[in-house]
T-cell receptor, first 109, second 116 residues
Framework: LAKTTQPISMDSYEGQEVNITCSHN???????ITWYQQFPSQGPRFIIQ???TKVTNEVASLFIPADRKSSTLSLPRVSLSDTAVYYC??????????FGAGTTVTVRA | EPEVTQTPSHQVTQMGQEVILRCVPI?????FYWYRQILGQKVEFLVS????????KSEIFDDQFSVERPDGSNFTLKIRSTKLEDSAMYFC??????????????FGPGTRLTVL
């Protein structure tokens, strides 16, 4: 599985856009990039998944450059309830998920 | 929206006792997983299950662990003789392969296992 590197923590304020970049230099051709969110004492929750270019849903956008060696999760106009740990995962879809330490995003009023 | 459910939400047991953690995956899903998360640590993969058999397991999933899909809806994780270090949140997940190639695992709320 491709190794991922993402910041340990990020601070933001309500209403701001939060961008979390994940590096995955050894991503394989059949790997997808998936982001999960986890609140304390809850299970990880799927946010978004992409293979290349840009993907957008009602929660976030995912930007993937042509070389696919990194990706950026963008959370528009965050609120206090977006405070959570965000995980970047890279791998084929029928495989186990390998979670790292994630990025702890803290949104302040 | 369909969701994965898990019971119980919290299980307290004595060391050496057997526990069974239960999960009801999303109904049309075909792939099932168990993960665990020790307090303050990463989410760790335990086992994947497809077509009524284990497709992969991690080093953590030793002979003390077993999984079963006893009927068409439940998916269970059994720990035969619990140890103190088995104390963790256990998450069940399920997945239905998509036609577009993008698939996601949906996680349950977890069972907090405390071994005394």
């Amino acid at each position: 599985l491709a190794k991922t590197t993402q910041p340990i923590s990020m601070d933001s304020y309500e209403g701001q856009e939060v961008n979390i970049t994940c590096s995955h230099n050894n991503i394989a051709t059949n790997d997808y990039i998936t982001w999960y969110q986890q609140f304390p004492s809850q299970g990880p929750r799927f946010i978004i998944q992409g293979y290349k270019t840009k993907v957008t849903n009602e929660v976030a956008s995912l930007f993937i450059p042509a070389d696919r060696k990194s990706s950026t999760l963008s959370l528009p106009r965050v609120s206090l309830s977006d405070t959570a740990v965000y995980y970047c995962l890279v791998g084929p879809n029928d495989y186990k998920l390998s979670f790292g330490a994630g990025t702890t995003v803290t949104v302040r009023a | 929206e369909p969701e994965v459910t898990q019971t119980p939400s919290h299980q307290v047991t004595q060391m050496g006792q057997e526990v069974i953690l239960r999960c009801v995956p999303i109904s049309n899903h075909l792939y099932f997983y168990w993960y665990r998360q020790i307090l303050g640590q990463k989410v760790e993969f335990l086992v994947s299950f497809y077509n009524n058999e284990i497709s992969e397991k991690s080093e953590i999933f030793d002979d003390q662990f077993s999984v079963e899909r006893p009927d068409g809806s439940n998916f269970t994780l059994k720990i035969r003789s619990t140890k103190l270090e088995d104390s963790a949140m256990y998450f069940c997940a399920s997945m239905q392969p998509g036609t577009s190639g993008t698939d996601t695992q949906y996680f349950g709320p977890g069972t907090r296992l405390t071994v005394l």
